[in-house]
């Protein structure tokens, strides 16, 4: 075999070894985004819930305590505001665990291919 034909059977198999390598990395890079997008998407859930059920339980009591000092009808805005507030902060924190996830690429992955193949072709320049 001549070194042109093992130049180009190494180049092949290490290719072949490079692609591989290239292609488990995207996936681990997608699985970590896929997981932030979970837990992202979790928060979106916790926010309403929190937002329901806190409300829900707290609601009527608070509302008779300040209609003590207040007309019934503003204790009871300015309860719902307050709930209100506390649903948006929820909902802001989701909102940017599901930012922090986007784009669903493998950036790392792509920077790394195009430093290859940039190597690749600086290598075979020579």
Do not use: C
């Not at 072949?16 to 932030?36: F, H, I």
């Not at 009871?76 to 924190?93: H, K, R, T």
Request: a positive charge; zero cysteines; proline letters at 3%.
């Amino acid at each position: 075999m001549s070194d042109t034909q093992k130049l180009v059977s190494d180049l092949s198999v290490q290719v072949t070894r490079l692609v591989k390598d290239e292609l488990r990395l995207a996936r681990m890079e997608l699985t970590a985004k896929g997981k932030r997008a979970g837990l992202g998407a979790g928060l979106f859930g916790a926010a309403g819930t929190a937002a329901f059920y806190g409300g829900a339980a707290l609601v009527a009591a608070v509302i008779l305590l300040l209609a003590l000092v207040l007309p019934a009808w503003v204790a009871a805005a300015v309860v719902g505001v307050v709930l209100l507030v506390v649903a948006a902060v929820l909902g802001l924190v989701g909102k940017n665990q599901v930012q922090r996830a986007t784009p669903p690429v493998p950036v790392e992955t792509i920077a790394s291919v195009k430093a290859d193949i940039d190597m690749v072709k600086e290598r075979a320049h020579r």
